[in-house]
């Protein structure tokens, strides 16, 4: 069984701004520090779990690019803050899982479905996992509503978060 986590793996989440003050607010890339993919090769299965505590804020990005001095230390403390307590409510929800129900190989990669486990809510989930620069890598888009989290907002929702969260997912590629 091959096991990843932060250490030889990463999981980024990347929110997008939205609303009448979008251009006073930041896209943001986050990331999460703690997380284990186990993936079982015998069974091919796929069981994860997500600590929704360990995100952190990397930077904000500007048109689609890493901007890593725009956001001082306390503006990353106040909006881990946001995300924690106001859009995850980590401390009633403290693990994301995820569990496949069908990985199959397709092409050079796999096609992957299952359960995701966020919030109080389980939704089915699709993804492909693709070859990349010696890793196996995933993207997803989260409808934030599916899992009965409301997107950020501020200043009376002239200034919020948009409802999909891009997740990409990267491990080494086994031998």
Known sequence: MARFDAYNSECLLFS?????????????????ERFS???DE?????????DPSS?????ARADGRDDPSTLSKGDKKKIYDNVSKDVLHVRKFPEIRFES????ERGDGFSVEGTL???????????????????WRTEVRLHQPDYGIKPYTAALGALKVKPDVLVRIS???ES
């Open 16 to 32: 997008f701004k939205d609303g009448l003050l979008a251009r006073l607010a930041h896209d943001l890339k986050l990331q999460v």
């Open 37 to 39: 993919i186990e993936v």
């Open 42 to 50: 015998s069974t091919k299965s796929i069981q994860a779990t997500f």
């Open 55 to 59: 995100i952190s804020v990397v930077c």
């Open 101 to 104: 129900s069908k990985v199959v």
């Open 117 to 135: 486990h966020l919030h109080g809510k389980s939704r089915s989930l699709q993804a492909t996992v693709r070859p990349d620069a010696g890793r």
């Open 171 to 173: 491990v080494p590629r």
